[in-house]
């Protein structure tokens, strides 16, 4: 299976901040890898497919990079909405796995 | 707009069954492939099943191998995740997810459905 170790586990941040938050495979996701967003008791929402093509209505401060066993989630300058949490998908190879998830969390 | 609705939880005792049903709308469940997901309470996700969009294959994380069911109505429009032989770690919110036409990401989520599995 492929392991996703992602980081940090919580992220403490003020609004206007630019946020960084890491994921790295195990072996090679090639650009398989997407980045959701969820909020409690929420399901999860598609940011960022294929490494870094953003989802049809996500705002532009998120983005995304990365290939083959390293990548990143940026959000630009967090906003008030942005305080979640969130998970990276691998879905290369089977069984689909996710990072831990990242806490952001209001400093 | 695509929906996704899941039911069908609730509480069982280890052991038992139950059956949950996930109704599309705004697209045709033959079109494309779907999943199952959950999430136990204050923990990650956790993929669990796969049906590819013509049903002709079928995948399944180990722990539930021989235990759950993936299966598809295209007159209903409805997936479904058949869960025998519960166990306790079983317990946590159940989405059904769609995937993206081309290579696989998952795009769209239900809103989950509650199986709590105790004695």
């Known amino acids: 299976d492929t392991q996703m170790t992602q980081s940090p586990s919580t992220l403490s941040a003020s609004v206007g901040d630019r946020v960084t938050i890491t994921c790295r495979a195990s072996q090679s996701s090639g650009r398989l890898l997407a980045w959701y967003q969820q909020k409690p008791g929420k399901a999860p929402t598609l940011l960022i497919y294929k490494a870094s093509l953003l989802e049809s209505g996500v705002p532009s401060r998120f983005s995304g990079s990365g290939s083959g066993t390293e990548f990143t989630l940026t959000i630009a300058s967090l906003q008030p909405d942005d305080f979640a949490t969130y998970y990276c998908?691998?879905?290369?190879?089977?069984?689909?796995?996710f990072g831990q998830g990242t806490k952001v969390e209001i400093k | 707009e695509v929906q996704l609705v899941e039911s069908g939880g609730g509480f069982v005792q280890p052991g038992g069954s139950l059956r949950l049903s996930c109704a599309a709308s705004g697209f045709t469940l033959s079109s494309y492939s779907m999943d199952w997901f959950r999430q136990a309470p204050g923990k990650g996700l956790e993929w669990i099943a796969y049906?590819?969009?013509?049903?002709?294959?079928?995948y399944y994380t180990d722990s539930v191998k021989g235990r759950f069911t993936i299966s598809r109505d295209t007159a209903k429009n409805s997936l479904y995740l058949q869960m025998n032989s519960l166990r306790d770690e079983d317990t946590a919110v159940y989405y059904c997810a769609k995937e993206k036409a081309g290579p696989p990401t998952i795009e769209e989520w239900g809103q989950g459905t509650l199986v709590t599995v105790s004695s």
């Open positions: 049906i590819s969009s013509t049903a002709s294959t079928i």
């Open positions: 998908l691998q879905s290369f190879t089977y069984p689909y796995t």
